[in-house]
Structures are given as structure tokens and as C-alpha cells.
């Protein structure tokens, strides 16, 4: 039998999850659709509806794209769950940005399966010009993706004593 001892990293997953969808409804409750609220000189809680992928990619496609993204979180997800109970007790840095990765995927995935779209709402922007908006799924799985790019080059993390 499998050493299932890395499934509590499935903890952080499920803060990153509970903090998403907390944040989603609350925006969804408070919020008009395309309201904004200033809250500093470059940030804003925008409320959006995202049909598409990161940057609202695909978001006219049809229809098509809700349930591709919908399978490829759901295939993901398991994947990542299996690699987290496959990890050694030392890869401690890769365990945390694989559970923010799999927090974030299943918070968006549940937004496409229960609305057909994703609420996003923080909006940062310089002027005139605003970065696609995002919420804290998103940010859960950049962090995550960040931290593994940053272990692959050794720059975080450490290795085992042989």
C-alpha cells in the first residue's frame, strides 16, 4: 500500500479552495456584474464573469470551452493528487505548490461546473492599462506554478543528505 502521509498537504488545497469560493460569493452577493470598487491608486475589485481560460482565452468559442476546461481540471486534478502522495518527505517545497495548483484548478472547475463561467474580480491595472482580471484560484495557481519553476532550478528547497 501507497504511503498516503503527503495527502495532508491536501490541507493547503483546501484553504486555497475555501478562501476562492468564499471570495467568489461574497463578490457575487455584494457586487453588481462590471461593478468596480477603487480600493488603491492600482488595484480594484472588479466583478467579471470569465467564459474562457487565463485571460479570458477562448471566451467567445461557442460554449465549447466550458466543458474542455472543465475535463482537463478534473483529469489534472487527479493527476496532481497522485503525484502528491508519490513525493519523498523532502520534496516539502514542490508538496506546497502542487496543493495551491490543485486548490486553485478545483475552485475554478467549480465555478465552470455550477455557472458555465468563472467570477473573477481583482483588477490591477496602471492608468489606462488593466491586467485580464483574476481571483484567488488564479493566484493560488500561479504562486504554485511559480514555486515549482523555482525549485526545478534548485533556487528554493533543498535536497536530501545521501
Request: aromatic share 14%; proline share 2%.
Amino acid at each position: 500500500m501507497r504511503d498516503l502521509k503527503n495527502l495532508k498537504w491536501l490541507g493547503l488545497s483546501f484553504l486555497a479552495l475555501f478562501l476562492d469560493q468564499a471570495s467568489k460569493l461574497m463578490i457575487d452577493y455584494l457586487m453588481h456584474l462590471y461593478q468596480s470598487i477603487p480600493i488603491l491608486p492600482f488595484f480594484s475589485l472588479t466583478y467579471v464573469r470569465n467564459t474562457g481560460a487565463a485571460f479570458s482565452f477562448l471566451s467567445e468559442a461557442g460554449g465549447w470551452q466550458r466543458w474542455f476546461f472543465a475535463g482537463l481540471a478534473m483529469v489534472m486534478s487527479v493527476v496532481i493528487a497522485i503525484w502528491l502522495t508519490r513525493l519523498k518527505q523532502h520534496e516539502t517545497v514542490l508538496a506546497v505548490a502542487l496543493s495551491l495548483v490543485l486548490g486553485g484548478a478545483v475552485g475554478n472547475l467549480i465555478d465552470r461546473l455550477a455557472y458555465g463561467y468563472v467570477i473573477d474580480f481583482l483588477d490591477v491595472y496602471y492608468q489606462n492599462w488593466h491586467w485580464p482580471a483574476f481571483n484567488i484560484a488564479d493566484s493560488a495557481i500561479t504562486l504554485g506554478v511559480g514555486l515549482m519553476l523555482l525549485e526545478s532550478f534548485g533556487l528554493v528547497g533543498h535536497k536530501p543528505k545521501e
